[in-house]
């Protein structure tokens, strides 16, 4: 594997994981705690299952994003990227968990729109250490 592919998955995990940290640690976090409380793990989360999350999350990012490349250049196809991976994830997870779990929809669309911005972000990230690639043919 290349070393773009490395440098892309870690600008990746920093940005993503930042962002998750400011929005649930300081941004949303009584938002957080009173609006999933009825479906939040008894004692608080764990640590080591979000950072292995936001770990394969990125990885799988980096490693996807060279494979539909379009040739719009880096910021357009980091835009692009990490918008649609949001949507895949995190909005249809956000649809999944009001038909499953005791939460309300603005709360579980709400909360998957910020995860939305974080894929962005990294979509962004990858874009830029990528750069301008050729076109697949």
Request: charged share 10%; hydrophobic share 55%; aromatic share 14%.
């Amino acid at each position: 594997m290349d070393k773009k592919l490395w440098s892309a998955f870690g600008g990746a995990f920093i940005v993503i994981f930042l962002l998750s940290a400011l929005f649930h640690l300081v941004v949303a976090a009584d938002w957080m705690n009173t609006s999933f409380a009825n479906v939040a793990r008894p004692g608080g989360v764990l640590m080591i299952g979000i950072v292995a999350y936001y770990l394969v999350l990125s990885f799988m990012m980096a490693w996807l994003y060279p494979k539909g490349y379009e040739g719009k250049g880096p910021i357009a196809e980091g835009l692009r990227f990490g918008l649609a991976i949001g949507v895949l994830v995190y909005i249809s997870e956000a649809l999944h968990q009001f038909a499953v779990m005791d939460v309300t929809l603005g709360p579980a669309l709400a909360h998957g729109a910020w995860h939305l911005v974080e894929t962005t972000a990294g979509g962004l990230a990858i874009g830029a250490v990528y750069g301008l690639r050729p076109r697949r043919s």
